[in-house]
């Protein structure tokens, strides 16, 4: 009888351990299985990451595919950041069709400014264009390296590479899911950015010349030509991003250097 009862106690657990994960499931991935976030989830992340929004009103926000947006301004700055929160990405994916279509018109667009279900418009301050600095964009780069980096909870991968003369540390960060659109058809979306550092592992660092370089990263590549090396022996080959093709954790990535009529090629692999 005992036993009986702890088979029945056990059984009971059980089940209440499934319906909690079924349900915080759902809670953070909403009713179809679908990756998603509110209004309030994301303004806890940003605060997180340091950027402070304090919650207005705009009555000329425009509507974006029937739904208003919560609007807040960000930091002490008079930067507004528009957030409109849809039922599904695919309600929102429709919306930044339609804000494609209006780029330049109403506000500065950056198709990485979306996170699930979330858009997140960034409408900054009118001023003459001669009068644009650095401090007065700021506020674009920070919400966009928050909204791809957190919001969209995005991993990363790291290859390293080490030849005679040179070394290579390049890092993919990236997110993808499926969602279905507003017909019902499963659909794809990713996002994938890549930036990559060399590093002269001679000692003879101010006689380096201009660098050259070819890399291949799966199906990506790229190349670049006169870079500089700094004095602590690196050169930074900078970013680059798109919806395209993600670099998975059994790629390779190989580099060629040409430097002082030297040419150098390895091969580097993901960290574990």
Known sequence: MNRKKQALALGAALLIMVMTGVYMFYQSNGKDGEPNLTVSQAVKIFEQQDIHLTKTSDPDAEMINAVRPVTYFIGDTNAKLHIYQYDSIGERVTASDILKGKAGELYFYNPVNTAKNLLLIVELEPIEE???????????????????????????????????????????????????????????????????????????????????????????????????????????????????????????????????????????HALN
């Open 130 to 268: 001669e009068n644009m600095t650095a401090e007065y964009l700021e506020p674009i780069g920070k919400v966009s390296r928050t909204v791809f980096e957190k919001l969209n909870d995005a991993k990363e991968i790291v290859y390293t590479g080490t030849g005679t003369n040179w070394s290579s540390n390049t890092t993919v960060k990236y997110y993808e899911y499926f969602y279905k659109d507003q017909e019902a058809t499963l659909r794809y979306e990713s996002w994938n950015q890549t930036t990559s550092t060399l590093q002269y592992l001679g000692d003879d660092i101010a006689s380096v010349g201009d660098v050259y370089y070819e890399y291949q990263l799966g199906s990506h590549g790229g190349s670049g030509s006169g870079l500089t090396i700094q004095p602590d022996g690196t050169v930074g080959l900078g970013s680059s991003g798109g919806s395209g093709s993600i670099p998975r954790k059994d790629d390779t990535v190989t580099f060629t250097i040409t430097w002082n009529d030297q040419t150098e090629t390895f091969t580097g």
